[in-house]
């Protein structure tokens, strides 16, 4: 998606429209903000089951944006992060359900203590307020994002793009419907997808209405929005991730965790796109075998093409080290040692997920201790950065800033803090 300037008559009604849904949506949460967490757990459940009794409803929104999308010449890799099917929301449901059993994070005391003064003094979470999202399209992510703003107390505006509109619409309308049948206010969950891309930059101007802007999607989503929004933005990154096959890595071992990280889903942002092979893996050529055989086009510089010789590598160039592909390709390169493997993951990573495999505990603790990404995975597939296979219910996206959020955004990331101080008529000296 890109967010191109609209005219200025649409961006002038897009703008007072948005702030007119952040006030509703700002006087709604008030309301949660007296909610406690049965009350939360209960509105969660009943999103739940308001999907499941109107899937057909869902499936049929989501058929259409699909159909639109083949139109269009959409990229195989863009409609698999479409797709609804009864799988997936089946998985909407359980993340509703895990979510709904997790603590409330809101009241939770940070650190607290009695002052030598006599002051009692607490660091307590509380929620953000208001949250805006904008992503692209991955109706999945309005029924996370909706969950667990929920539960961390927020009211959320959506705006998930025109490919997924249907799809959107539906699932909204849905969790709105659900949110009044627990008697909580439908402007919970607000969609701007209505005005469009004018909807989006109106969002990113809105200071003082919203409190924090999130952005799921590609680089070009992100950036724009990082780079324009006045808005306070949590940045989420693409995912550029690294896997290291070390010198003693068990070949066995290898070949599942790289067919599993390339070949899963490779449409998501925790699937591996580069590979670094240490030139005396043993597990180098079996891996690139069995890749191969998957589908996988491997895109290789000198050393690793000599390697994959036999399996059709195509000839890896600059581009192809900083490549998101979200498809069945993946670039490798052979490493002379670990210092090489580090020091290509510095220069190209986006600090979202990078593993190594490897049989030895030294080469373990120095990658933990040397890489700087939101996650480091050793001997498991990258695919585990993700909220619902960490245990966070679900996730608002992968933060790969060094603030209070980093990696997996869950419920804790969707708080501040405040300080509460009381006395008994304390004065200051």
Same mark, same amino acid.
């Given at each position: 998606?890109?967010?191109?300037?609209?005219?200025?008559?649409?961006?002038?009604?897009? =703008?007072?429209?948005?702030?007119?849904?952040?006030?509703?949506?700002?006087?709604?949460?008030?309301?949660?903000?007296?909610?406690?967490?049965?009350?939360?757990?209960?509105?969660?459940?009943?999103?739940?089951?308001?999907?499941? =009794?109107?899937?057909?409803?869902? &499936?049929?929104?989501?058929?259409?944006?699909? *159909?639109?999308? /083949?139109? =269009?010449?959409?990229?195989?890799?863009?409609? !698999?992060?479409?797709? &609804?099917?009864?799988?997936?929301?089946?998985?909407?449901?359980?993340?509703?359900? *895990?979510?709904?059993?997790?603590?409330?994070? +809101?009241?939770? +005391?940070?650190?607290?203590?009695?002052?030598?003064?006599?002051?009692?003094?607490?660091?307590?979470?509380?929620?953000? %307020?208001?949250?805006?999202?904008?992503?692209?399209?991955?109706?999945?992510?309005?029924?996370?994002?909706?969950? &667990?703003?929920?539960?961390?107390?927020?009211?959320?505006?959506?705006?998930?793009?025109?490919?997924?509109?249907?799809?959107?619409?539906?699932?909204?309308?849905?969790?709105? !419907?659900?949110?009044?049948?627990?008697?909580?206010?439908?402007?919970?969950?607000?969609?701007?997808?209505?005005?469009? /891309?004018?909807?989006?930059?109106?969002?990113?101007?809105?200071?003082?209405?919203?409190? +924090?802007?999130?952005?799921?999607?590609?680089?070009?989503?992100?950036?724009?929005?990082?780079?324009?929004?006045?808005?306070?933005?949590? =940045?989420?990154?693409?995912?550029?991730?690294?896997?290291?096959?070390?010198?003693?890595? !068990?070949?066995?071992?290898?070949?599942?965790?790289?067919?599993?990280?390339?070949?899963? /889903?490779?449409?998501?942002?925790?699937?591996?796109?580069?590979?670094?092979?240490?030139?005396?893996?043993?597990?180098?050529?079996?891996?690139?075998?069995?890749?191969?055989?998957?589908?996988?086009?491997?895109?290789?510089?000198?050393?690793?093409?000599?390697?994959?010789?036999?399996?059709?590598?195509?000839?890896? !160039?600059?581009?192809?080290?900083?490549?998101?592909?979200?498809?069945?390709?993946?670039?490798?390169?052979?490493?002379?040692?670990?210092?090489?493997?580090?020091?290509?993951?510095?220069?190209?990573?986006?600090?979202?997920?990078?593993?190594?495999?490897?049989?030895? &505990?030294?080469?373990?603790?120095?990658?933990?201790?040397?890489?700087?990404?939101?996650?480091?995975?050793?001997?498991?597939?990258?695919?585990?950065?993700?909220?619902?296979?960490?245990?966070? %219910?679900?996730?608002?996206?992968?933060?790969?800033?060094?603030?209070?959020?980093?990696?997996?955004?869950?419920?804790?990331?969707?708080?501040?803090?405040?300080?509460?101080?009381?006395?008994?008529?304390?004065? /200051?000296?």
């Amino acid at each position: 998606m890109s967010l191109e300037a609209s005219s200025s008559t649409s961006t002038q009604s897009a =703008e007072e429209a948005v702030s007119t849904l952040a006030t509703r949506a700002r006087k709604a949460s008030r309301v949660l903000s007296r909610a406690n967490r049965d009350w939360k757990d209960r509105a969660l459940r009943q999103i739940g089951k308001t999907l499941d =009794e109107n899937r057909s409803r869902i &499936l049929q929104a989501n058929a259409e944006d699909l *159909e639109a999308g /083949r139109a =269009e010449g959409t990229s195989k890799a863009m409609l !698999d992060r479409l797709k &609804l099917d009864d799988a997936r929301i089946d998985g909407l449901i359980g993340a509703l359900e *895990e979510l709904a059993g997790l603590p409330d994070p +809101v009241g939770r +005391v940070v650190r607290g203590e009695t002052l030598p003064n006599g002051l009692r003094m607490r660091q307590v979470n509380v929620p953000m %307020g208001v949250i805006g999202t904008i992503y692209e399209a991955r109706p999945n992510v309005t029924v996370d994002i909706a969950g &667990l703003s929920l539960k961390s107390g927020n009211a959320v505006l959506l705006r998930g793009g025109s490919a997924a509109l249907n799809s959107n619409l539906a699932l909204v309308g849905l969790i709105r !419907d659900a949110l009044e049948k627990v008697s909580l206010p439908r402007d919970l969950v607000i969609s701007v997808d209505e005005f469009g /891309r004018a909807g989006a930059d109106a969002m990113m101007g809105a200071r003082g209405k919203i409190d +924090v802007l999130i952005p799921r999607g590609g680089r070009e989503l992100i950036q724009r929005v990082v780079t324009t929004a006045k808005v306070p933005v949590i =940045e989420t990154g693409e995912g550029n991730v690294h896997i290291y096959i070390d010198q003693s890595a !068990d070949t066995e071992m290898a070949i599942d965790i790289l067919l599993n990280a390339k070949t899963q /889903r490779p449409s998501v942002c925790n699937t591996v796109e580069t590979l670094l092979i240490h030139q005396d893996a043993a597990a180098g050529l079996p891996v690139l075998k069995e890749l191969s055989k998957a589908g996988v086009r491997l895109h290789t510089e000198a050393r690793a093409g000599e390697l994959a010789a036999g399996l059709e590598p195509v000839t890896a !160039d600059e581009n192809d080290w900083a490549n998101e592909y979200l498809d069945l390709d993946i670039a490798v390169k052979l490493v002379s040692d670990m210092d090489e493997a580090l020091e290509h993951i510095r220069t190209y990573s986006t600090g979202h997920t990078e593993a190594i495999i490897t049989g030895s &505990l030294q080469s373990s603790e120095r990658f933990i201790a040397e890489i700087d990404s939101a996650a480091v995975i050793v001997n498991a597939s990258t695919r585990f950065t993700d909220g619902g296979q960490l245990g966070l %219910g679900a996730e608002v996206g992968i933060s790969t800033q060094k603030i209070h959020a980093r990696g997996p955004m869950g419920l804790a990331e969707l708080t501040t803090t405040k300080w509460v101080v009381q006395g008994d008529g304390h004065i /200051r000296k």
